[in-house]
């Protein structure tokens, strides 16, 4: 699964989705690159921080409406995208409460 082109949907993708990419893909490198992914996200300016929340975003939704295919991958999806969002930006825009995949 191509997770940085669902990131960026039709904006230009950023460096920082392949690194997360990689957590995704690889879960067990997530403790040891979300400190470093926090870092570099800290250095964005406004716009680019608006951009990779959307992108975080795009992943939970994509998590959500894919879910019944693969659960546990969507929950992977899901909590990588949902911690890096937190951590960055202090909130969720979607919460688990949300239920956005229409059923």
């Known amino acids: 699964m191509d997770y940085s082109a669902i990131m960026a949907g039709n904006e230009t993708s950023l460096e ?12 067990s490198l ?17 716009n680019t921080l608006d951009q990779l929340r959307f992108g975080l975003f795009r992943l939970q939704l994509h998590a959500d ?14 909590f990588v995208a ?8 202090g909130s969720l825009l979607l919460t688990s409460d949300d239920n956005l995949s229409g059923e």
């Not at 920082?16 to 879960?27: A, G, L, M, T, V």
């Not at 409406?65 to 899901?78: C, F, G, P, S």
């Not at 949902?82 to 930006?89: A, P, S």
């Open 82 to 89: 949902q911690v890096l969002e937190k951590i960055i930006y």
């Open 65 to 78: 409406i894919h879910r019944n295919e693969d659960l546990e991958q969507a929950q992977k999806v899901r």
């Open 16 to 27: 920082i989705y392949e690194e997360i990419s990689q957590c995704i893909e690889r879960i």
């Open 30 to 46: 997530f403790p040891s690159l979300v400190e470093p992914i926090y870092r570099k996200a800290m250095t964005f300016d406004e």
